[in-house]
């Protein structure tokens, strides 16, 4: 079993910075693409960010130049850097991770259970 833990979610001002990290934990051999994903009220989830084990990564229009992704292969960690944050950013987020395990090397996907990002003034 792999499990997932967020944290760093909060409220914010508009402008402000909030910085998600996200662990993996559990039956891992390999931990390959990782993410993050939001999802407001009444909207469907969409990506946010994601970074291949080579670090490679890709990111929602609507974040470029404001966020950033990293990871650590090591500690199997992903964080989310979110600079000059806006309303419309507001949403629970959820760490998102492609895990081979440990015990029948398979590849399945892991959600963390989300953490609230709320920009308000």
């Known amino acids: 079993q792999v499990q997932l833990a967020e944290s760093g979610g909060g409220m914010v001002q508009p402008g402000g910075s909030l910085r998600l990290s996200c662990a993996a934990s559990?039956?891992?051999?390999?931990?390959?693409?990782m993410g993050w994903y939001r999802q407001a009220p009444g909207q469907a989830r969409e990506m946010v960010a994601t970074i291949d084990r080579g670090g490679s990564t890709k990111y929602t229009d609507s974040v470029k130049g404001r966020f950033t992704i990293s990871r650590d292969n090591t500690r199997n960690t992903a964080s989310l850097q979110m600079n000059n944050l806006k309303h419309e950013d507001t949403a629970v987020y959820y760490c998102?991770?492609?895990?081979?395990?440990?015990?029948?090397?398979?590849?399945?996907?892991?959600w963390g259970q989300g953490t609230q990002v709320t920009v308000s003034s």
């Open positions: 559990g039956s891992i051999f390999a931990v390959s693409g």
């Open positions: 998102n991770a492609i895990v081979i395990d440990d015990r029948y090397y398979q590849t399945n996907e892991y």
